[in-house]
């Protein structure tokens, strides 16, 4: 399998439940509204969200790869914004999506809706991918757990960067 066949026109098979739009610059106030309720993240993945880092997350690309390989998309219900998602086509190897970042709407949180969307997007993408691989914050146990709950296992992987390590998880599409 390669990931030449997941392109923008496959983007709303990621869920049968929301509609899913990629999401541009005049999406970021309402991307800011949804992450800025969420203070616990930055504390563990400084700095805190603006329009600016915003901006810069949906450009923002893995060396060797294009913008054509990144969906920045908004998962929506009845025209609400609920959920954001940060897909990369064939990352770190043309098996592999990869999960730059995920973030749920706070009112939505712990109500198993993250878990449905993460549920649908790994049962269209094991149509592209053998594996889907993400990276959390050490220090961040509410992620860990919600990854792991949801079937993606520690690689051995840690990156450590200046304020934080880096822990690489990824999920088998294929068993």
């Given at each position: 399998m390669t990931s030449a066949k997941f392109n923008p026109q496959k983007i709303q098979e990621l869920s049968k439940t929301y509609r899913i739009s990629l999401l541009h610059e005049p999406d970021i106030p309402a991307v800011l509204k949804l992450c800025s309720r969420n203070p616990q993240y930055y504390e563990h993945c400084p700095p805190y969200v603006s329009p600016e880092s915003i901006r810069q997350d949906m450009q923002a690309v893995p060396e060797g790869k294009s913008p054509e390989d990144k969906y920045y998309l908004g998962f929506f219900k009845a025209g609400r914004l609920i959920?954001?998602?940060?897909?990369?086509?064939?990352?770190?190897?043309?098996?592999?999506a990869f999960i730059g970042f995920f973030m749920m709407n706070m009112d939505m949180q712990g109500q198993g809706a993250g878990s449905h969307i993460i549920e649908e997007v790994c049962a269209c993408l094991n149509k592209y991918f053998s594996y889907i691989r993400l990276g959390y914050v050490k220090s961040n146990e509410q992620s860990r757990h919600f990854w792991q709950k949801n079937g993606f296992m520690p690689t051995g992987i840690v990156t450590k960067t200046a304020a934080y390590d880096i822990v690489v998880m990824q999920k088998n599409l294929r068993r």
């Open positions: 959920a954001v998602m940060d897909l990369i086509s064939g990352y770190p190897d043309q098996e592999t």
